[in-house]
């Protein structure tokens, strides 16, 4: 009987967040930035940009001139334009002072 009950209740769960997870309204985008140079500014960028409310995920990719970072988030509580500063207002590998992060159009 407890099995029972016990199975019940893991299948109301996982029904409920699926269901949350479609009403959630999550978009996901492709962002490119140029200037990462290392995988130290790739973990420095999707940190600052998982540090912003409404951001679930920053998935980076290679270093390179340019490189692309897959970020999962909701739209009512972030812009894209917030989610572009955070990239660009990221201190520098080298100089903590420079903002060498730049959205590539």
């Not at 299948?11 to 967040?17: D, I, K, Q, V």
């Not at 001139?65 to 739209?75: E, G, L, R």
Request: aromatic share 6%; glycine share 6%; proline share 4%.
């Amino acid at each position: 009987m407890f099995k029972k009950i016990f199975i019940a209740i893991i299948l109301l769960t996982a029904a409920n967040s699926k269901s949350m997870a479609a009403v959630s309204g999550d978009t996901t985008i492709n962002v490119k930035v140029k200037g990462v140079t290392c995988n130290n500014d790739l973990n420095t960028l999707s940190t600052n940009v998982k540090a912003l409310k409404g951001v679930t995920e920053c998935k980076p990719g290679k270093a390179g001139a340019v490189s692309s970072f897959s970020i999962t988030y909701d739209p009512a509580l972030v812009t894209t334009k917030e989610i572009y500063a955070a990239f660009e207002n990221t201190g520098g590998c080298s100089n903590p002072d420079s903002r060498p992060y730049k959205i590539k159009n």
